[in-house]
């Protein structure tokens, strides 16, 4: 199957920091990449949709300004949290469609502490 | 958007065959039955998916009604790695790639050894 690679895994920073978060598609080109956020014991929850070249679509409730999302590339996609706080700790999840196949693969995920 | 539903929980014995139900009564006749699972601390897996025909693949068996209104994901002998949260999702072939994917709560599989 197709790979998306998501990094870091993992990351830990201080409240008021900017946190940037790595999505590869490596086998593949990615006209859509998603990216979803996780609370524990909870559902996955899209934040927003971006097609390459595009701005990117985000669900009511996420702050674009706060959730910037580039996607500038058809193997690239990156999320950067502005100004983390506390309430921003999850787990984030990238997902790159495949061109042509109407199946989505996912990144391993990147959980964020703000401490 | 049609919408799925799912049990919350399911138990399994190790090395015994499992079957996971999901309805969607209100499928459009473009709608994919899509079958994602997620492993502890890890993001999605691609499953299987169909259409209108039985599916397999080397993961599991898909088997649709024929109204198209429920749906079940086989594991033919479940292991222990097997145990994770099971999500069924439609995906409209119209959209493409575009299409947004709501994923509901799932079906918490758990694998007894």
């Known amino acids: 199957g197709a790979v998306v690679s998501q990094h870091p895994s993992w990351v830990i920073c201080k409240s008021g920091t900017s946190v940037k978060i790595e999505c590869r598609s490596l086998?593949?080109?990615?006209?859509?990449m998603f990216w979803y956020r996780q609370f524990p014991k909870q559902s996955l929850m899209l934040m927003a949709t971006?097609?390459?070249?595009?701005?990117?679509?985000?669900e009511q409730g996420v702050e674009k300004d706060k959730f910037l999302i580039n996607h500038a590339s058809l193997t690239l996609s990156t999320l950067t949290v502005t100004s983390a706080h506390p309430e921003d700790s999850s787990f984030y999840i990238c997902?790159?469609?495949?061109?042509?196949?109407?199946?989505?693969?996912f990144g391993a995920g990147t959980r964020l502490s703000v401490l | 958007d049609a919408k799925t539903t799912q049990p919350n929980s399911m138990e399994s014995n190790e090395e015994e065959p499992v079957h996971l139900p999901c309805n969607h009564s209100t499928i459009s006749g473009t709608d994919y039955i899509h079958w994602y699972r997620q492993l502890p601390s890890q993001g999605p897996e691609y499953v299987i998916h169909?259409?209108?025909s039985n599916v397999n693949n080397r993961m599991a068996s898909l088997a649709i009604a024929e109204d198209r209104k429920s749906s079940t994901l086989i594991l033919h002998r479940a292991t222990l790695r097997d145990a994770a949260v099971y999500y069924c999702i439609l995906r409209d072939v119209r959209f493409g790639g575009y299409q947004k994917v709501t994923f509901g709560t799932g079906t918490k599989l758990q694998v007894i050894p």
């Open positions: 169909g259409l209108t």
């Open positions: 997902s790159g469609k495949r061109t042509a196949k109407n199946i989505q693969y």
């Open positions: 086998d593949f080109q990615a006209t859509t």
């Open positions: 971006s097609n390459e070249g595009s701005k990117a679509t985000y």
